[in-house]
T-cell receptor
């Protein structure tokens, strides 16, 4: 029973265009949502997060949108760059700061020059 | 060090062999997590330490898996009598207590292959 779902295993986008990565979750107790980026042979790197009290958080080219009623979040990258090519993981956790993160299976983004 | 250090980076074990994977968290980080990432999957939680106390081991898949952090810094994940299904990347992450809003800092992982 997957609590965090990333239904698109892969996504290809042209350089300069927008990349939209989607994530759905089932556990209504999740309070905090994060996106991680992973290059081959490296550990996941924190990218951006959002609390359940917000519906949008922006950091440079990266914006995360949260729709609590739909239990859906998305990561927008604009403009996409070749260096953004990586696997992106959506993760969620409960309200306590050190509860374990629950990860999706990831989406492999390829940005084509 | 500046980041979370894991060793070895790669480990090949014969089925039935015991292995020990080491994690050196960021200095001063109170919380330490172990995750298992199988091929094509996201990381899955194994266990959590706050200082030397193992507060959650609900993700350990069997009693062949054991983790310790005796002095509240370095942690070791031990797998006894390894099986092929144990083949995965084992990730360690650490965080300052109460600052997980920025997520954890992960190490590069240990890739375990059981043959």
């Amino acid at each position: 029973d997957q609590q965090v779902k990333q239904n698109s295993p892969s996504l290809s986008v042209q350089e300069g265009r927008i990349s939209i990565l989607n994530c759905d979750y089932t556990n209504s107790m999740f309070d905090y949502f994060l996106w991680y980026k992973k290059y081959p042979a490296e550990g996941p790197t924190f990218l951006i997060s959002i609390s359940s009290i917000k519906d949008k958080n922006e950091d440079g080219r990266f914006t995360v949108f949260l729709n609590k009623s739909a239990k859906h979040l998305s990561l927008h990258i604009v403009p996409s760059q070749p260096g953004d090519s990586a696997v992106y993981f959506c993760a969620a956790r409960g309200s306590s700061g050190n509860t374990p993160l629950v990860f999706g299976k990831g989406t492999r983004l390829s940005v084509i020059a | 060090g500046a980041g979370v250090s894991q060793s070895p980076r790669y480990k090949v074990a014969k089925r039935g062999q015991d292995v020990a994977l080491r994690c050196d968290p960021i200095s001063g980080h109170v919380s330490l997590f172990w995750y298992q990432q199988a091929l094509g999957q996201g990381p899955e939680f194994l266990t959590y330490f706050q200082n030397e106390a193992q507060l959650d081991k609900s993700g350990l898949p069997s009693d062949r898996f054991f983790a310790e952090r005796p002095e509240g810094s370095v942690s070791t994940l031990k797998i006894q009598r390894t099986q092929q299904e144990d083949s995965a990347v084992y990730l360690c992450a650490s965080s300052l207590a109460g600052t997980a809003n920025y997520g954890y800092t992960f190490g590069s992982g240990t890739r375990l292959t059981v043959v």
